[in-house]
């Protein structure tokens, strides 16, 4: 899983709409794959993002990449460290954890299972 | 006994690994997917020479997702089988994968998504393969909660098997009810072989107009 997915991902069990979002990550295996850096791609982004759960799930894992503030001005420089944070940056192994329900996301082989079980939907 | 997969097991029991093996080894089964995601591309009618943000509901081992990212897109994929995920992972596709049922509903933010695919899944929603399931329930859930996550005036295309008259409509009309417009663009209608039936849905619509956007026209 990709930051950017991350970054667009909230807790999905029945009931749980607060504090539902970011998804804290936890005892992550982080690996890094490049992408092609396309910056009309980024820009659109942009929007989309939350910037302090971006910021904040980059500084937990260690990556201390972009600034806290979204900066007004959207230079090429920012445009490619929001490419490398968020499309370039992926967990491998660990668990995504609902701050809110505490359901435990576990992520293996890159991949998160979001299966819920019956009274959770 | 019926041939078709989704009346012999659940689809996380069906896609096997024996199975998924096959979604990359036969050549046959390959150029049918490839052809059918790209017309489901081609239908979701995204703006030109932009790359887009796109689900891919049922992405099994990843097939549909690499012309995603051969056009350009970077793409989620969501699928309920884990040893297709797995074949997906290790053929090192781009896309994120996620192993997630989708009659339980999508976990992603609203407007996250600028258009969604899925070749050859949705009519798996009909069934109840556990006594907990009700299929209205499910695919009402679903269809609301993919309305929510795509951006305003996004498409979603569903290339599916529909086996009767009846199914066609429990999944048009949920859909129709979650909010969503559009329809259904067969393809090839007369040929029992090429028949290809496509779910064009609209989430809203982007732009001043006013107008609801044109079903596209079929081949
Ligand atoms: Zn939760």
Redesign the interface.
Known sequence: MRLITHNMLQCHVKGCTTNNFPLQIQDAELETLEAEFNPGFVQRLIPKLHWGALYHTAVSLGIEDLPEQMPEEVTEDLLRAIHKVALETRVKEGKAVCLGCGHVYPISNGIPNMLLQDNEV | MSSRPEHTAPPEIFYNETEAAKYTTNTRVISIQNDMSYRALELLALPED????LLDIGCGSGLSGEVLEEE?H?W?G?D?S?SM??VA?DRGV?G??????IG??????P??FDGAISISVVQWLCNAD?Q?HNPYKRLS?FFT?LYT?LARGARAVFQFYPESPAQIEMIVSSAMKSGFTGGLVVDYPNSTKAKKFFLCLFAGYAGESGKAPELPKAL
């Open positions: 932009k790359a887009c943000y350009g970077v989620v969501l309920i884990k995920l797995d992972a781009e994120d994968l996620f192993e997630h049922d339980q509903g999508l976990g992603f933010r407007g996250t556990k907990s859930r909660t996550c």
